[in-house]
C-alpha cells in the first residue's frame, strides 16, 4: 500500500507540473494577484463561478499544489511510522521540506510580480519534487526490494550523466519560458533558416542552447540504451525504462518542435513540459536500478532483508528487526 501511494503522489506531482506549465503558457501567473488567499477569499472557498478566463488556472494550479502538499505531508508521516530504512525516511522529510519551499517560491513569484529568478527556480524545484516522489515510489516497491544483481559502474555513469543532462535541459528550457524566450527563434529544426542562429541576442543564445541541450541529452540517452541492450538485454528491470526512455525522447522533441511550429500553442507547450518530467523521472529510475547493488549494502545496515543476487545476507544483530506495526524514526 505504501508504495501505491507514493506512485499516486508521483503521479499527482507530474499533473501539477502540467497544471504549473499551463499557467505559464497562458500568461495567467498574476491572474490571481493575492496570495495565500484568492481575491481576499480562502483558496478552498472561492466561488467556482468567478474561475473565469487565467483565474482558472492559477487558482486550478493552487489547488491541486495545496492537494500535492498535503498527499507529501501524508507520504512523509507513512515512511516515518512504517518504513525501516532510515535514508528512506529521510527521503520523505526532504520531499515535505522541498514541497513546503516549492509553495513559498509560488506565493513569492505571485507577491513580486513574476521576477524570472524566482519563476525559474520554481519551475526548477517543482521537478525536484518530483524525483523525490518518484524514487519514494521506487525504493518502496516489492521489485527495489528483493534485491540485486551485480554492479555495472560503466552504466552507473552514463546513465548518471544523462539524468544530469535532463535536468540541466529542463532548468534551461524553464529559463527560456520565463524570459520570453520560446520564440526567440521561430523556425524548426533550422535557426532563421541556418544551422547556426546568423544574429544572437540573449533570447536567442538561450532558445539555441536548449535546441543544442536536446542533442547532448538525445546522445547520452541512446549511449545508455545501447549500454543496456548490448549487456543487460536480460534484466528486464533495466530494458524497460531505458526503451521508455527512447520513446519518451522521441515524444518530447516532436513536441518542443510543435510548440515552436505552432507559435507556443498553450496545451502543446504544456504536455512539452510534462513530458519532460517523465524524461527525467524515467532516467533517474534507470539509473537508481543501475546504483541498486550500491543501495543493498545500506538497506542491510538498516536491518532490512534486501538481499543481492544468490545471497541470503543477514541483519547486524545490533540494527533493529522490523516489527509487525511498524518502526519508528
Same mark, same amino acid.
Given at each position: ?8 503522489? /508521483? ?16 500568461? %495567467? ?66 520531499? *515535505? /521540506? ?25 519551475? !526548477? ?13 521506487? $525504493? ?47 523556425? =524548426? ?23 543544442? +541541450? ?14 543496456? *541492450? ?7 528491470? *533495466? ?6 526512455? *527512447? ?26 513540459? $510534462? ?5 527525467? +523521472?524515467? !532516467? ?10 550500491? =543501495? ?26 522490523? %516489527? ?6
Amino acid at each position: 500500500m505504501l508504495h501505491l501511494f507514493a506512485a499516486f503522489v /508521483a503521479a499527482a506531482t507530474a499533473l501539477l507540473i502540467f497544471a504549473g506549465g499551463l499557467v505559464t503558457s497562458t500568461g %495567467s501567473g498574476l491572474s490571481v494577484p493575492d496570495w495565500p488567499t484568492t481575491y481576499g477569499w480562502s483558496m478552498f472557498t472561492f466561488p467556482i463561478d468567478k474561475w473565469v478566463g487565467g483565474i482558472f488556472y492559477e487558482h486550478s494550479h493552487r489547488l491541486i499544489a495545496s492537494t500535492v502538499g498535503m498527499l507529501i505531508i501524508v507520504l512523509a508521516v507513512w515512511l516515518r511510522r512504517a518504513e525501516e530504512r532510515r535514508w528512506v525516511r529521510r527521503l520523505g522529510y526532504v520531499a *515535505l /521540506a522541498a514541497v513546503v519551499t516549492q509553495g513559498i517560491l509560488g506565493g513569492i513569484t505571485v507577491l513580486w510580480f513574476l521576477p524570472d529568478p524566482i519563476s525559474i527556480a520554481h519551475a !526548477s524545484l517543482a521537478q525536484v519534487v518530483f524525483c523525490l516522489t518518484v524514487t519514494i515510489a521506487l $525504493v518502496t516497491s516489492p521489485g527495489w526490494q528483493r534485491g540485486a544483481a551485480s554492479s555495472d559502474r560503466r552504466l552507473q555513469a552514463i546513465a548518471a550523466a544523462a539524468t544530469g543532462a535532463v535536468y540541466l535541459q529542463i532548468i534551461l528550457g524553464a529559463t527560456m519560458r520565463h524570459i520570453g524566450a520560446g520564440l526567440a527563434i521561430p523556425d =524548426f529544426p533550422l535557426a532563421f533558416g541556418r544551422l547556426v542562429p546568423p544574429v544572437w541576442t540573449a533570447k536567442i543564445a538561450t532558445h539555441y542552447a536548449h535546441r543544442v +541541450g536536446a542533442l547532448a541529452v538525445t546522445t547520452l540517452a541512446i549511449a545508455t540504451v545501447s549500454h543496456v *541492450l548490448h549487456h543487460h538485454r536480460a534484466r528486464g528491470e *533495466l530494458r524497460r525504462p531505458s526503451l521508455l526512455l *527512447l520513446l519518451l525522447l522521441a515524444v518530447q522533441i516532436t513536441l518542443g518542435a510543435l510548440t515552436v511550429l505552432s507559435g507556443k500553442q498553450h496545451v502543446i507547450n504544456s504536455l512539452h513540459v $510534462v513530458t519532460g518530467a517523465f524524461v527525467l +523521472g524515467t !532516467s533517474l529510475v534507470l539509473t537508481l536500478r543501475a546504483y541498486r547493488p550500491q =543501495f543493498g549494502f545500506e538497506d542491510v545496515r538498516s536491518g532490512v532483508r534486501t538481499p543481492r543476487a544468490g545471497t541470503h545476507l543477514v541483519p547486524d544483530p545490533g540494527s533493529r528487526i522490523p %516489527s509487525p506495526g511498524g518502526a519508528g524514526a
